[in-house]
């Protein structure tokens, strides 16, 4: 939970809100091989109850397991790799905190979305009801500073980050 830490912190931030994001998903059966290894236990002569444990090779075991895979709708990544990436790498160069915020989604879908779109921040989890309330737009931005929120854009309105940190008073 880092609501507190980010509501505190000292200076100014950008955070892109996304309450959902813009996929089909679906599932598939892949075969997975574990490496399965085996501990010896050897007696260390001269020292009472003293061991030493060796690990060794065993086998390999395979098994079924069933992996969702996601298209990601192209209109909605575009808009992080044709906007959203240039304005938040900018911020960053000015010393401002970025990050995104999303729908708790599972931790490897969000891996899997950063990816795609070449995000390079991180995105925590807030309630998407939450996020909808701070701000309409999906994906949306909102310029922070000392907790305190100064700008927020729709991202068909998104200015370059030279003219939102004019705008929000940087």
């Not at 060796?54 to 992080?80: L, N, P, S």
């Amino acid at each position: 939970d880092i609501a507190n830490d980010l509501l505190n912190y000292p200076g100014a931030h950008v955070m892109v809100v996304a309450y959902t994001f813009k996929y089909d998903e679906a599932s598939e059966t892949v075969t997975v091989r574990d490496s399965i290894f085996a501990v010896d236990t050897i007696a260390v002569e001269g020292i009472k109850d003293s061991f030493n444990y060796v690990q060794r090779f065993d086998r390999i075991e395979e098994r079924q397991e069933v992996k969702k895979t996601y298209t990601w709708d192209k209109d909605y990544a575009e808009k992080y790799t044709a906007k959203l990436n240039d304005f938040m790498l900018a911020a960053e160069k000015d010393d401002v905190l970025i990050y995104g915020v999303t729908k708790p989604y599972d931790n490897a879908m969000i891996d899997e979305f950063r990816h795609h779109t070449q995000a390079q921040y991180p995105f925590y989890k807030a309630d998407d009801i939450l996020l909808k309330t701070i701000v309409r737009s999906n994906p949306g931005v909102v310029v922070w500073k000392d907790g305190k929120i100064l700008k927020k854009y729709h991202i068909n309105k998104l200015p370059n980050w030279d003219k939102a940190k004019a705008e929000a008073g940087l």
